[in-house]
């Protein structure tokens, strides 16, 4: 298997389950709130402008003919690993060393397409591929027995340290049951999730802080694990109805989700978690979903707009925007290829660049991924 890498002038560039007292498990409740019908944001909230941005995305690896990438991570200002398949049914697994994109070794076992990577606050790295996880420490090591099952692929995962990890997956959009597993003690444990609940992604800053996002019964649901339980936490009125797609956790004040509606007309969700409570954040008109999320540790996010989610205004020309807290920034990509998709974002520590991992679905049979980098 070939990997065409192009080295970039890229620079240093997650109602409560848990184990109570006696030792059993009560199923994490569904979250409980009213919207309205329509599922429309906040009509108090301003409508601010997308602005053409000064900074510049590039595209810095290219995973070759018949390729995808879907997962991103970045442990450090100068390591990045990306994940997704080639050739329709190989697993891929890229790393970026500060200087240059390679291949990375696979995981024995790992015979389809990888999941998803996840890594931990100290860099530490986990991947999940075919129901399976593995943690790399110069090379990979199986964690624990089955993690899901090989059709029934986890699409959330959380690493808080060697002994603190979180992984879901399942529900409506694979057509199998929804899961989450907890790896503590050796071993990954089920925690009971309600009917209908779905977990779509998973943050955590330590063993004692987790985040989980997603949807139940078309519901907004948050869950917040503190060491001992996952609690559910309520959305916004005006964010209630809908599902989140993508949650970081900067720190126990600084926490962002993002999603869409549900209702008759889909929009966009941007939560910014205070410490207290889920804010509603302002949203330019005109954007249905956010389905990716880096936080930029400035008090602001990086997310994207789907290409087929446009407005066809003039502004929303790329499918990167940054909103630093009060003001929404368009941010030049590369213009090649067209009808780019991204798939996942993530910031480099100790820096004020991102790393996004893009998809052409458009070209179907002859799809690539690419990675790009921000300056």
Known sequence: MIVRILVAAAAVAALTACADEGGSERPVASPHGSAPSDGVPDGGLPTPSLSPGPAKWDQAAEAGDQSS???????GPAEVWASGWHHEIDPLILRWTGERWSQAPLPSGASDHVDL??????????????GR??????????VGGTVGASNNPVDAAAVAGPDAAWAAGGGTRHGKPAFLL???????SPVPLPPQAEIHAMDARSPDDAWAVGTTDGRVMT????????TSVPAPPSAAWGSLEKVVAVSANEVWAAGSTGGRTSQAILLRWDGRAWRPQPIPSGISAFTVLAADRHGGVWTSIKPDDRS????????IAHFDGRTWLSETVPGNPPGAWVEDMAWLPNTNRAVAVVDTPDMEEDNMGYAWMRH
Do not use: C, Y
């Open 223 to 230: 869950m917040h694990w503190d060491g001992d339980r996952w």
């Open 133 to 142: 996880a593995w943690r790399w420490t110069g090379g990979w090591s199986s």
């Open 182 to 188: 907890h790896w503590s003690g050796g071993k990954w």
């Open 312 to 319: 066809g205004d003039s502004d929303v020309r790329t499918p």
């Open 117 to 130: 990577l996840a890594a931990s606050r100290a860099g530490q790295v986990w991947t999940f591929a075919g």
């Open 69 to 75: 990438l879907n997962s991103v991570i970045a442990v």
